[in-house]
């Protein structure tokens, strides 16, 4: 073999420590030649992990969470080192993934299995059923800033619905999509079950054109989002989208303030204010907003970005400048910063800032911040924060504070999930589906709709005895139709 004909070794990237800039890991760019491959091995696993059944999926996925609770904090300290966040946030993190793990093994075979559906009056001669069956191979393209918790949301329920996965984390997190497909391997022999491919957009897009991928399943910004979509349009491949949001908080005038201030702050300061659902605009009725604003203040004020600190550093280094723009734009335009202001950004690392009277086409109110910023404006009423609430493309989370009326502001809000009394409770009860409506992109994962996400239903009329009146055949009669009219009529016509 010529030195022109030999191989060549694929190229590599390096993921960073955002804190310090040192290295954490070194990987290989797959090419759209090496995706195919992964796509055309997951195949065969998805077979082999079909034909096992409900039973022995459930009991592996349980070996599963338990190499994943040994592993914990090995795993957290992965995710810390390529996302900059505390320790205990990425525990956190893990904890929430396992529960979720635990509940779509468990809650597979009950929500997907067939079953019988009721065949109606006029059908009454047919035995009909129901299942959702396995998708086969699912491409799965992961965020950064929730680098486990976000994609096994997809991954673990997936899984579960008896598919293998092809997952291409973040270029900024692939040593934590690598180490989860690593936990799994010994559990199902070695087989090819969930392998992850690294590297870059292209990377990508390889996975959404990669011939025998049942399905895409992305978490990232709208744009990106988009650019998935038009991908996947190509081969009709379907898509979960799950984009951003600007969610907000409505403080009603009987809330509790001080748990109101409390998840308003960690909503929106907690990992950085780089969380989806996170807290970026609340709106307080104007009765309780000076005292709401004074307990916010407080404990704002007493947060401290850092290596060491509450949180870390923007763990994408450009969304520093994005914070930076919205910080200086809302006090352009007449926001008055009671916590902080333009001077706390200071990259990679973005100290608390909480900015109130910012006009509504600020890019601070329009746009997603993804960092610790917070803006809060009063209103006269909860028929106004509502309003503003519902006035923006994006339609992810919220979260409302209030005693008397808080069901009745919720059942309001264009939002897919809301929490009352709470902050972001939604995401850690694994029975309730998580998703967005507009920008916010569609479909849903966790829950009984999670599961069935990652599946394609398949009918079944199977039947016990012949109709005394064909009416699905040539030899059907004038005398046979006009019976059939008549019954119609009599059942449904008065």
């Given amino acids: 073999m010529t030195a022109a004909e030999a191989p060549t070794e694929p190229a590599t990237f390096e993921s960073l420590d955002p804190r310090t800039g040192d290295v954490v890991g070194t990987h290989p760019v797959h090419d759209a030649a090496a995706v195919e491959a992964a796509v055309a091995r997951a195949a065969q696993a998805a077979q082999w992990w079909a034909d096992l059944g409900f039973a022995e999926r459930r009991r592996r996925l349980g070996e599963w969470r338990k190499v994943l609770v040994r592993k914990l904090d090995d795993l957290a300290h992965v995710v810390a080192d390529e996302t900059g966040k505390p320790l ?11 529960d979720h793990l635990d509940w ?30 396995p998708i086969g191979v699912v491409g799965v393209i992961g965020p950064w800033n929730y680098p486990v918790f976000t994609p096994m949301g997809s991954i673990a329920y997936a899984l ?34 969930f392998q992850v491919v690294t590297g870059f957009g292209e990377t990508g897009a390889a996975l959404c054109r990669a011939p025998g991928v049942g399905k895409i399943a992305f978490t990232g910004s709208t744009v990106t989002g988009k650019r998935v979509m038009a991908t996947c ?10 984009c951003g949001g600007k969610d907000p908080l409505i403080v009603d005038a009987d809330a509790d303030l001080e748990a109101a201030a409390d998840a308003a702050v960690w909503g929106g300061m907690s990992n950085a204010g780089q969380t989806c659902v996170g807290v970026e605009r609340v709106y307080v009725v104007d009765t309780v907003a000076d005292e709401f604003v004074a307990r916010v ?13 509450d949180f870390g550093p923007m763990t994408m280094p450009a969304q520093a400048d994005v914070v930076r723009r919205h910080v200086e734009d809302a006090l352009a335009r007449g926001g008055r910063a009671v916590v902080g202001g333009a001077e706390s950004v200071r990259p990679p690392f973005v100290e608390p800032v909480v900015i109130v009277d910012v006009p509504e086409d600020s ?22 924060a509502v309003r503003r609430a519902n006035a923006t493309g994006y ?58 996400e990652f599946t394609r239903p398949q009918a079944v009329a199977r039947q016990r005895f012949a109709l005394p009146i064909p009416v699905t055949s040539f030899a059907r009669t004038a005398g046979g139709m006009r019976a059939l009219v008549g019954i119609i009529r009599f059942r449904h016509g008065r």
């Fill in 88 to 98: 205990d946030d990425a525990r956190l993190e893990l904890v929430l993934a396992v």
């Fill in 233 to 242: 349009a190509e081969s009709l491949t379907p898509v979960l989208i799950e």
């Fill in 297 to 309: 203040t407080a404990k704002a004020s007493r947060l401290r970005a850092g290596s060491t600190g």
């Fill in 363 to 384: 890019a601070a109110v329009t746009e997603e911040t993804f960092g610790p910023l917070l803006v809060v404006n009063r209103v006269p009423d909860v028929d106004e």
């Fill in 395 to 452: 339609g992810l989370g919220a979260t409302v504070f209030a005693k008397a009326r808080g069901e009745e502001i919720a059942a309001r809000l264009r939002c897919g999930m809301v929490a009352i009394n709470g902050i972001i409770s939604f995401a850690g009860i694994p029975a309730l589906p998580f998703g967005g409506v507009g920008d916010s992109g569609f479909g849903r994962i966790h829950g009984e709709d999670g599961l069935r």
């Fill in 104 to 133: 779509a093994a468990k809650h597979a075979e009950k929500v997907l299995r067939r079953r019988k559906v009721s065949s109606g009056l006029l059908m009454g001669n047919q035995a009909a059923s129901l299942a959702y069956v």
């Fill in 160 to 193: 579960a619905a008896g598919n293998a996965v092809v997952f291409k984390p973040s270029e900024l997190t692939p040593g934590v999509g690598v180490a989860l497909a690593d936990s799994l391997a010994e559990i199902v022999d070695g087989r090819p079950l």
